[in-house]
Nanobody
Framework: QVRLVESGGGLVQAGGSLSLSCAAS????????MGWYRQAPGKQRELVAA?????NTNYANSVKGRFTISRDKNTVNLQMNSLKPEDTAVYYC?????????WGQGTQVTVSS
């Protein structure tokens, strides 16, 4: 069993920065890909960024150059700069492995214009 606990998030003005952190407990395999997804009201959950244990990263086009994902053992962080109102969403930490996905409870990020 894997447990993912997110922290960070909150309210920020457009152009500001926020940092999210996700601590994973349980059995984490070196092949797991960890990442962040987000879901805005009325929209589907979408990938924001993901990172392998080897440091390979993947970003949504909408956040490239503004967000940075990093990983240290069982912690994955998301540094969000130059935030825009359209970044407003619930952000979820994700652990993806061959057998399926694990999700955190989500943390709200609100960017005011």
């Amino acid at each position: 069993q894997v447990r993912l606990v997110e922290s960070g998030g909150g309210l920020v003005q457009a152009g500001g920065s926020l940092s999210l952190s996700c601590a994973a407990s349980g059995i984490i395999f070196s092949t797991d890909v960890m990442g962040w997804y987000r879901q805005a009201p009325g929209k589907q959950r979408e990938l924001v960024a993901a990172i392998s244990s080897g440091g390979n990263t993947n970003y949504a086009n909408s956040v490239k150059g503004r967000f940075t994902i990093s990983r240290d053992k069982n912690t994955v962080n998301l540094q969000m700069n130059s935030l825009k109102p359209e970044d407003t969403a619930v952000y979820y930490c994700n652990d993806r492995r061959f057998s399926g996905d694990y999700w955190g409870q989500g943390t709200q990020v609100t960017v005011s214009s």
